[in-house]
Structure formats: structure tokens, C-alpha cells
């Protein structure tokens, strides 16, 4: 006998299969960006929590923005006349929306025109106002973030409980699909029956829309009451990430959920050895080290960790030059996957002003001019991120 979810997963195999075949893209896919860490996680999943965490100050908040937003911009770039179906939902518990998109503007000053700017000069915060030739540029970039953001994102930055985070999210879930209920038949303690509306599925209206939701980062939850309790900051997080984030919001409406939060703060300080050496992996983020609550590793699918090692002052890492790259360098470690194999990094070049990633080449195998000539670039920063 025929059953119709199977019937569903199968069709889905098949209608994958013939987009892929007829040049369509299916979903966001790094492998397009990344290929080396698409290698392990070639697309970003729907319906999957997924955890990104580091140290503070490393790059948490600019590694989604540079790895997922931008990723969604690179690849409409690259592939003008595909349609890339994502939205975003973004929820800023930490960063201001201005601050937010301050970041996409220096981020598509950078990719665009090549030029390098920060916060601080786009404020005219420096000791010189604002130059003519990034002005002269202003309107046209506005143009390219209001493209990206109107018509894929919904962005808050100023609500802090779980609850609140999750009515905001189910007010525009209403407004993109259909949450159907069906009645159940109970039984109470005297043996009578009767029914009662339970949750049955969400129907989106756009089938083929991705929708990711960040949440940046879970360190500011505000701490939610139940029953006439304060819960800690570890309940609080925990209420998030399982009674919403994973029963709700991925399982059943099948967004994917990508939650930030920081490594604890007593896992942050360098070890050393009786010799006194920096013992490397303990200064790595790991599900261990989770700030707040560890146990929260366990509703997310995938686990990202964000490495600086300059940070610690370590001069050679993975036999990449450190003392050189400095800030440059950044391992993105797969922590935890339960879509591929873990313990993977993936060295990448970062440029902070502009919240940007790109796979480094692999310099320590690479002829000894070849990479000299990319860790002068580097060092001059002469690396060329423009997109044509």
C-alpha cells in the first residue's frame, strides 16, 4: 500500500534532481562560495538549527553576516538570471539595526568598488569627514541593500524574551503561509472521550522559499518567567533553542534557525603546558566550552566554531604563517554535524571592516614563490574581493 509522506520525500528526490540537472540552484549552497567546506556542508539545510559560536570579540556576528547574508548577495551576482528563493529573519539582541547596516554597507563598498571602509569613517568619526569618492557611492550601494533587504528580510533589535521572539516569528510565519490544526479524540481519567484541536502542519505559501532566522546571540536572552518563576539564563536559553527553535520552528515549519552564542567566558583564558606552551586545542571553541548553557548543543543538527589563533599569539597554525596573516586568518570548524562527518576546519580569510570570508589557498602546500606573493597580498591588503 502506497503511502503519501513517502510518495512526498520521493518527488522531492526527483523534482531536486531535475532543478539541478536544468541549472537551477536548490537552496543557498556554499559549495558555490565555499567549495572546500561545501565538500562537508554544500548547502545550508532547510529546517535545520544550526549553532555558530566563538570566543568574544573573533567574528560570531560578522561570521553570519559574511557567510550567510553576503553569501545570498555573491550568489545572486553570480547568478543573475537564477531565482535564489531565501528569506531572512533576523533578531538582533546584541547590535543595533543601524550598526547591522553599517556592516552591509562597508560589506558592498568592499565587494562592489573595492573600497575598505569602516564604521567609524562612514560616520565621518576619524579625524577627516567622509571622503567625495565613497560618498559619490552611497546612493548606488542603498540601492543594492535595500534590494537585498526589502524584499527578503524582516529584522528586529528590540525584542529580548523567547516568547516574544517566537510570537514575532509566528506573526510573519502567518503572513507566509498557513498553520493547519486537526481534532484528536482524548480520553479523560473517566473514560470519556472527547475532542480536542492539536497542531497538525504549516503549509507555506511559497514551497520553494527557504527562510532562515538568526538570532544573534543567545548571551542576551532576557530572562523569561514561567509559572510565577524567574528562570535562569540557562532555562531561558534552553527554552529557545528546544521548545521553539527545535520542536517549532524547524521541525514543523521547516525554517532553518541559525543561533549564535558565545563560548564561556572561563574557556577563553590560554592554557598552558608544564613547560609552559600555549596548549592550542584548549583555546579552540568546542560544545564544552558554550557560555550560559551547554546542553544546548543538543538541539541544534550543526554546530559551527569560529578559531582566531593571532588572538592568542600563536605564530604558526595548521603551518599557516600566523605571525603574518594576523587577524587575516580564521578556522571555521565544523564542531558538530549530523548531516556530515565533524571535526573539520576550513582556514579562511577574513576581513573584519567588511565582515567578509573566503577560502584562504592552501599556502603551506603551495611552491614557496606562489605563496609568498599571497601572504604579501595579504599583509598590503591587496587581496581583491570585488565582485565584476
Known amino acids: 500500500m502506497e503511502n503519501k509522506k513517502t510518495e512526498e520525500v520521493k518527488n522531492k528526490f526527483r523534482e531536486n534532481k531535475r532543478k539541478v540537472e536544468s541549472g537551477e540552484l536548490v537552496g543557498l549552497p556554499w559549495i558555490e562560495l565555499f567549495p572546500r567546506l561545501g565538500e562537508y556542508i554544500p548547502v545550508i539545510p532547510p529546517a535545520t538549527p544550526i549553532m555558530i559560536t566563538a570566543n568574544s570579540g573573533v567574528g560570531k556576528s560578522k ?220 583555546c579552540k571553541p568546542s560544545l564544552a566550552g558554550l557560555g550560559n548553557s551547554k546542553e544546548c548543543q543538543r538541539d541544534h543538527l550543526i554546530v559551527f566554531g569560529l578559531f582566531s589563533p593571532d588572538r592568542y599569539g600563536v605564530k604558526s597554525y595548521k603551518e599557516f604563517n600566523i605571525t603574518r596573516l594576523g587577524d587575516n586568518f580564521k578556522s571555521f570548524i565544523i564542531l558538530k554535524s549530523n548531516i556530515s562527518i565533524c571535526n573539520v576546519e576550513v582556514p579562511m580569510y577574513f576581513d573584519g571592516v567588511a565582515s567578509i570570508f573566503k577560502e584562504l589557498p592552501l599556502l603551506p602546500k603551495m611552491k614557496k614563490e606562489e605563496a609568498e606573493k599571497e601572504y604579501k597580498a595579504i599583509e598590503d591588503k591587496k587581496i581583491n574581493l570585488q565582485i565584476k
Open 63 to 282: 561570521a553570519w553576516v559574511g557567510m550567510i547574508l553576503i553569501s545570498l548577495y555573491l550568489l545572486r551576482k553570480k547568478y543573475p538570471d537564477k531565482k535564489i528563493k531565501i528569506r531572512f529573519l533576523i533578531s538582533l539582541l546584541e547590535d543595533t539595526e543601524d550598526e547591522f547596516i553599517t556592516r552591509l554597507y562597508s560589506a558592498i563598498l568592499l565587494l562592489k568598488y573595492n573600497i575598505r571602509v569602516d564604521g567609524l569613517e562612514l560616520n565621518s568619526q576619524r579625524k577627516n569627514p567622509l571622503s567625495k569618492e565613497i560618498d559619490e557611492r552611497l546612493d548606488d550601494v542603498q540601492k543594492e541593500i535595500d534590494e537585498l533587504l526589502s524584499e527578503h528580510c524582516e529584522i528586529t533589535d528590540s525584542i529580548y524574551h523567547p516568547t516574544g521572539l517566537y510570537k514575532w516569528g509566528r506573526a510573519i510565519s502567518n503572513k507566509l503561509g498557513t498553520h493547519h490544526y486537526k481534532e484528536v479524540d482524548f480520553v479523560d481519567d473517566k473514560g470519556k472521550t472527547y475532542k480536542q484541536k492539536v497542531y497538525s502542519h504549516y503549509e507555506p505559501n511559497d514551497p520553494e522559499e527557504q527562510v532562515i532566522w538568526i538570532v544573534d546571540n543567545l548571551n542576551n536572552l532576557a530572562q523569561e518567567t514561567s509559572s510565577g518563576t524567574l528562570l535562569t539564563d540557562r532555562q531561558t536559553i534552553n527554552k529557545w533553542t528546544r521548545t521553539y527553535t527545535r520542536l517549532q520552528i524547524t521541525k514543523h515549519w521547516k525554517w532553518s534557525v541559525v543561533n549564535i552564542l558565545q563560548q564561556a567566558s572561563d574557556s577563553e583564558s590560554p592554557l598552558y603546558n608544564n613547560r609552559g606552551e600555549l596548549i592550542i586545542e584548549r
